[in-house]
């Protein structure tokens, strides 16, 4: 069993940069696949970007490719995601999620664990 906690999300103006973090509990930290997702209000959730077991394995959506880092720290459970030139379109609530495999996945249903998410919001 894994619980996730986000933090760091805020108001930023366009261009600006955030940092998200994702705390996970649980001693198997390093044997999850771990992704970002997020939901603008009446939009579905939609995938950012996951990190395998290995930092080498890293997808993103073709969206934020070139300005958001997924990265991971697994002495200390936790996930990140460095988001810089943010835009309007990027506001959101994101969501950390873990899956129990080798590699992470784009469909939200392929994740077992989720956290109760973060508010992004970009200003223009």
């Known amino acids: 069993q894994v619980q996730l906690v986000e933090s760091g999300g805020g108001l930023v103006q366009a261009g600006g940069s955030l940092r998200l973090s994702c705390a996970a509990s649980?001693?198997?930290?390093?044997?999850?696949?771990m992704a970002w997702f997020r939901q603008a209000p009446g939009k579905a959730r939609e995938f950012v970007a996951t990190i395998g077991w290995s930092t080498g394995s890293t997808y993103y959506a073709e969206s934020v490719k070139g300005r958001f880092t997924i990265s991971r720290d697994n002495a200390k459970n936790t996930q990140y995601l460095q988001m810089n030139n943010l835009q309007p379109e990027d506001t959101a609530v994101y969501y950390c999620a873990g899956r129990t495999q080798l590699v992470g996945a784009f469909e939200a249903s392929e994740y077992s664990y989720w956290g109760q998410g973060t508010q992004v919001t970009v200003s223009s």
């Open positions: 649980g001693r198997t930290f390093s044997r999850y696949a």
